[in-house]
DNA sequence: GACAATGTTACAGT
DNA sequence: CACTGTAACATTGT
């Protein structure tokens, strides 16, 4: 997935209708995708969500967090009456949950749903099915309301620790400054951009990628941002002019914020937190788009493969 | 069958 | 020690 665009749109749908469940029971299909203390999460309400690079922060009221990375070919999949009716989940998600790539299940439950789990029963033996309040239905311990990890690839991870010990995860503590932060970190000024540039030796585009220097940006948006700027992939970091960085300081935060406009881009198996595809693959500039015209100069777009990821650009107009 | 896919990380080598 | 490149993780789709 998921690089900055696609996980904020997942936190931000996540922040909507995950605050104020109760975690009634974490069901571990695939125990290698769960670490940490696990059984903190039973019963602490969900206080809020943030994200830290591509990574995601569900914290809990207990002051326990949730920490997850998604990876590749992770989705989380939020599932309740709570969702409008007309969402449409995506076929990317593979039809009905579970299914054989779910290795998570969160069981999640409302805090006055639970208060009123003894009214349940009292009215259960006098009164029809049909007439008990739909909310309280469920005689045993889990809600209506459930949040599905699937993954493919088995990429992700899923870590719970005490808040203040998240710092210590090694992806988050390495974790460079981002343009867009979600949790009230300092947004990367142009300045420190142009700092980082001038620091590295080698070529600009892995830099980008390189989530110790710099927060959320992967493999599609550095491709286009890089597009954007009229900037060659091969091009050392530290031999761009003052104006190419800022060049390309500008065309990164307008193709993340692009990618967010568009809630993310489902090229392959990325969804938001209801299940719903993205629109970020209309607008790719050259990503995946070798042997197409390029849009500004008409020369060909080529593919070569730099630090082992596939590098789209035009020899055009990228100097 | 070969290869590539939104990402990170461990490890070997310079 | 710092940096760099490659393989590995596991699965699907072309």
Not at 59 to 65: F, K, Q, R, T, V
Not at 84 to 107: D, Q, R
Request: proline share 4%.
């Amino acid at each position: 997935m998921p690089e900055l665009p696609e996980v904020e749109t997942i936190r931000l749908g996540l922040q909507k209708y995950l605050v104020g469940h109760t975690i009634e029971e974490i069901e571990v299909r695939l125990p290698k995708m769960v670490s940490g203390e696990i059984k903190f999460v039973h019963g602490a309400r969900v206080k809020g969500v943030r994200r830290f690079g591509k990574g995601l922060v569900i914290d809990l009221a207990n002051d326990y967090s949730i920490a997850v990375h998604i990876k590749m070919t992770g989705q989380l999949i939020y599932k309740s009456s709570k969702v409008p009716k007309g969402t449409k989940v995506s076929e990317k998600v593979g039809g009905e949950l579970p299914n054989k790539f779910t290795h998570v299940i969160f069981h999640l439950s409302h805090p006055e749903l639970a208060a009123q789990k003894g009214r349940a029963y009292l009215v259960s033996g006098s009164q029809s099915k049909k007439e008990m309040p739909k909310r309280v239905r469920h005689d045993n311990n889990r809600g209506d309301a459930v949040l599905y990890y699937n993954d493919i690839r088995q990429f992700g991870w899923i870590k719970i620790v005490k808040s203040e010990k998240l710092k210590e995860i090694s992806f988050f503590k390495e974790l460079g400054p981002e343009l867009f932060p979600s949790a009230g970190q300092p947004a990367l000024a142009v300045d420190q951009f142009k700092t980082i540039l001038s620091k590295a030796k080698g070529p600009i585009k892995p830099l980008l990628m390189d989530q110790k220097k710099i927060g959320g940006v992967g493999n599609i948006y550095a491709n286009d941002a890089l597009f954007v700027a009229r900037i060659h992939p091969k091009r050392k970091a530290n031999s761009l002019s003052e104006k190419e960085s800022e060049r390309l300081f500008e065309a990164l935060k307008k193709v993340l914020a692009k990618g967010l406009e568009a809630g993310g881009a489902s090229e392959w198996q990325y969804v938001n937190a209801l299940g719903e595809a993205g629109k970020y693959q209309e607008f790719f500039q050259v990503y995946g788009k070798q042997g197409m015209k390029c849009p500004r100069c008409g020369e060909v777009i080529k593919k070569i493969v730099m630090a082992g990821r596939g590098t789209f650009f035009c020899s055009g107009c990228q100097r």
